[in-house]
């Protein structure tokens, strides 16, 4: 028997709405101009934003009015979260890439495309949710995106504000299948809505928190629980022991989001992937374009990983890919089925069969997962992994001038290449 915990984060973190705008300023740049080149980094902080990096495009964004429409989605609205859309300054730093970046990536033929930096990137599943991602993270990331979805409907919890963390600790047996949830800690920011007066700020702080804590077990944990928790087996892992409850251990949450605590895009890449499971490179995602193999390749990783594992090779499978800056295939293709493989090859053959069979190359990763297309600012909130597969239809450019585009979301998710997979390695089925 062991414990094992992931968080997540809502999209009011100070972190994620600096992801949420550097793939916002990402998303307009490739729906004018899909060749563009993008590298952004976005600071977010007490009534400021600044964006820096590199940028090749023949597209003009007006940078400042997507960070504050971006800013304003989120819920940012008020000037007593010391941070707001309207109220805060926008920086901006952005230049040219680097010639000597651009000349390992551009090619003649686009198929030789080098990548746009060195690195390992990790794709991992398993299949102990609908998903194929770990549960510790699935719940952790259902717990805050509802939470947020209850502050922006304004019925219940009205005392909501943007910035929020959970937690999730699962007890799993030697066999690696969960049996109960262990412990459960949510932090949400409030509004200060128990006045002082005539009870004194301990007191009015402590029906504050009573609450909350009431709020979270009787209305959020419910509701998860019906919206998100579709299988028999997870949800009796809700009554299977009593869950500790941790609700805003610290107390008291009012000053939270940018103006709580400085945020940065890339400070939140073990929540953006397996919640601690599997490994990771090191390379963020949020404000490159997929050139940079740091996302590309990492979503190309996970599609692998996770077809693979919906297609009955493993119970649970890792998929490490590696590159050089400027050359086009990758240096190294590995796995690791931590000896939950169903098919008498080992581990070093299944990685062999995934480098024949998957073009692994940057340019055809770009084409088969359709990456040129302005489909990041959802990925930029509750994980890039374990999301629906969805086609939306996005709005650009400015109100007097919209843009509508049609776009494919989350296309690595896809388990379009489970039937081969059998075939190949399951041919008498």
């Known amino acids: 028997m062991y414990l094992f915990t992931s968080e997540s984060?809502?999209?009011g973190h100070p972190d994620k709405v600096a992801d949420q705008i550097s793939d916002a300023l990402l998303d307009e740049f490739l729906s004018q101009d899909p060749?563009?080149?993008?590298?952004?980094?976005?600071?977010?902080?007490?009534?400021?934003?600044?964006?820096?990096?590199?940028?090749?495009?023949?597209?003009?964004?007006?940078?400042?009015?997507?960070?504050?429409?971006?800013i304003r989605r989120i819920g940012y609205t008020k000037d007593d979260y010391l941070f707001s859309a309207d109220s805060c300054g926008v920086l901006s730093a952005i230049h040219e890439q680097s010639p000597d970046i651009n000349r390992g990536v551009d090619r003649s033929e686009p198929i030789s495309q080098g990548a746009g930096d060195q690195g390992m990137m990790f794709g991992y599943a398993n299949n102990e949710t609908e998903q194929l991602m770990p549960l510790?993270?699935?719940?952790?990331?259902?717990?805050v995106e509802v939470l947020a979805?209850?502050?922006r409907e304004g019925k219940v919890m009205t005392y909501l504000r943007p910035d929020a963390k959970s937690q999730v600790t699962i007890e799993y047996d030697d066999n690696h299948h969960a049996r109960r949830i262990?412990?459960?800690?949510?932090?949400?920011?409030?509004?200060d809505f128990v006045s002082a007066e005539g009870i004194g700020a301990e007191e009015a702080d402590r029906r504050m928190l009573e609450q909350i804590r009431h709020d979270v077990i009787h209305i959020l944990?419910?509701?998860?629980?019906?919206?998100?928790?579709?299988?028999?087996?997870?949800?009796?892992?809700?009554?299977?022991?009593?869950?500790?409850?941790?609700?805003?251990?610290?107390?008291?949450?009012?000053?939270?989001?940018?103006?709580?605590?400085a945020g940065l895009t890339g400070r939140k890449i073990i929540v953006d992937t397996y919640g601690g499971r599997g490994a990771h490179g090191g390379g963020a995602f949020s404000g490159k374009d997929p050139s940079k193999v740091d996302r590309s390749a990492a979503y190309a990783a996970r599609y692998i990983a996770k077809n693979m594992v919906a297609a009955g090779i493993s119970d649970e499978m890792l998929v490490q890919l590696s590159y050089a800056i400027?050359?086009?295939?990758?240096?190294?293709?590995?796995?690791?089925?931590?000896?939950?493989?169903?098919?008498?090859?080992?581990?070093?053959?299944?990685?062999?069969?995934?480098?024949?069979?998957?073009?692994?190359?940057?340019?055809?990763?770009?084409?088969?997962?359709?990456?040129?297309?302005?489909?990041?600012?959802?990925?930029?909130?509750?994980g890039h992994m374990g999301?629906?597969?969805?086609?939306?239809?996005?709005?650009?450019?400015?109100?007097?001038?919209?843009?509508?585009?049609?776009?494919?979301?989350?296309?690595?998710?896809?388990?379009?290449?489970?039937?081969?997979?059998?075939?190949?390695?399951?041919?008498?089925?």
């Open 9 to 11: 984060v809502s999209e």
């Open 136 to 143: 510790p993270l699935a719940l952790a990331h259902d717990l």
């Open 326 to 382: 400027g050359v086009a295939e990758p240096i190294s293709v590995y796995v690791n089925t931590y000896g939950r493989s169903h098919v008498a090859l080992s581990d070093g053959e299944i990685a062999a069969w995934i480098g024949q069979h998957f073009d692994l190359r940057p340019y055809a990763i770009e084409k088969t997962l359709r990456l040129r297309e302005p489909i990041y600012t959802e990925t930029a909130a509750y």
């Open 35 to 70: 060749k563009s080149k993008v590298a952004i980094e976005t600071l977010v902080t007490t009534g400021q934003v600044v964006v820096a990096g590199e940028v090749k495009s023949e597209a003009y964004i007006d940078i400042p009015a997507v960070a504050r429409r971006t």
């Open 182 to 191: 262990d412990t459960i800690v949510i932090s949400t920011q409030h509004d």
């Open 149 to 151: 979805e209850i502050r």
């Open 221 to 261: 944990i419910p509701r998860v629980i019906e919206e998100r928790v579709h299988t028999p087996e997870v949800r009796a892992l809700f009554e299977a022991g009593t869950i500790k409850y941790f609700v805003n251990p610290t107390g008291k949450f009012v000053i939270g989001g940018p103006a709580g605590d």
């Open 387 to 429: 999301r629906q597969p969805r086609v939306v239809k996005k709005v650009f450019g400015t109100p007097s001038a919209p843009r509508e585009v049609e776009v494919e979301l989350f296309t690595w998710e896809k388990l379009d290449r489970v039937a081969d997979i059998r075939q190949a390695f399951f041919p008498e089925v």
